[in-house]
T-cell receptor, first 113, second 114 residues
Framework: GENVEQHPSTLSVQEGDSAVIKCTYSDSASNYFPWYKQELGKRPQLIID?????GEKKDQRIAVTLNKTAKHFSLHITETQPEDSAVYFC????????????FGTGTRLQVTL | SAVISQKPSRDICQRGTSLTIQCQVD?????MFWYRQQPGQSLTLIAT?????????ESGFVIDKFPISRPNLTFSTLTVSNMSPEDSSIYLC???????????FGQGTRLTVV
């Protein structure tokens, strides 16, 4: 089955700096890669996703890049703000089951003032 | 998007008992899933809840421990049976509103087994 690895497990940045979280996956058939943000005590919320026919996608301060050959994808957050502090999870799924997700281990992002 | 109501939001249960968690969606959805999130950990898929047939379980999860029902396209239940402290986790339902679209999560059920 699919295996998703995520690094780093914790990340501390100063407000205004950029943050990058990286994930690798094992199943070359995977074609959908969402990123979820989970604040303490809350449900995971989708912040951005990318499909395998696209190499990069941006939404304001958030961007995701995908390298299918290397089987890795990354989340980039620019101009970080304290409200970006949360746990971020990457995930992957195979064709036909976009919501049947294999999650990475999570990255705890702390944005300091 | 889909609006998901999950109940209960939290519970404290005695070991050896069972708890049934409900997931109600405000519209018909194609797929429903149940995930477990152990303390401080990531989400792990327990099973796919199939409408009108038995759920499909992932490796490491069995029907006797986690029976699932899905009587229609808007509702599902997950039962955690014969609970032990190791079952203390957050259990989340997830839905795919339309085929191939993003997953939405319920608010989760925080279960503590004592």
């Amino acid at each position: 089955g699919e295996n998703v690895e995520q690094h780093p497990s914790t990340l501390s940045v100063q407000e205004g700096d950029s943050a990058v979280i990286k994930c690798t996956y094992s199943d070359s058939a995977s074609n959908y890669f969402p990123w979820y943000k989970q604040e303490l005590g809350k449900r995971p919320q989708l912040i951005i996703d990318i499909r395998s026919n696209v190499g990069e996608k941006k939404d304001q301060r958030i961007a995701v890049t995908l390298n299918k050959t290397a089987k890795h994808f990354s989340l980039h957050i620019t101009e970080t703000q304290p409200e970006d502090s949360a746990v971020y999870f990457c995930a992957a799924s195979i064709p036909g089951t976009a919501s049947k997700l294999t999650f990475g281990t999570g990255t705890r992002l702390q944005v300091t003032l | 998007s889909a609006v998901i109501s999950q109940k209960p939001s939290r519970d404290i249960c005695q070991r050896g008992t069972s708890l049934t968690i409900q997931c109600q969606v405000d519209s018909q959805v194609t797929m429903m899933f149940w995930y477990r999130q152990q303390p401080g950990q990531s989400l792990t898929l327990i099973a796919t809840a199939n409408q009108g047939s038995e759920a499909t379980y992932e490796s490491g999860f069995v029907i006797d421990k986690f029976p699932i029902s899905r009587p229609n396209l808007t509702f599902s239940t997950l039962t955690v049976s014969n609970m032990s402290p190791e079952d203390s986790s957050i259990y989340l339902c997830s839905v795919e509103a339309h085929e191939g679209t993003e997953a939405f999560f319920g608010q989760g059920t925080r279960l503590t087994v004592v």
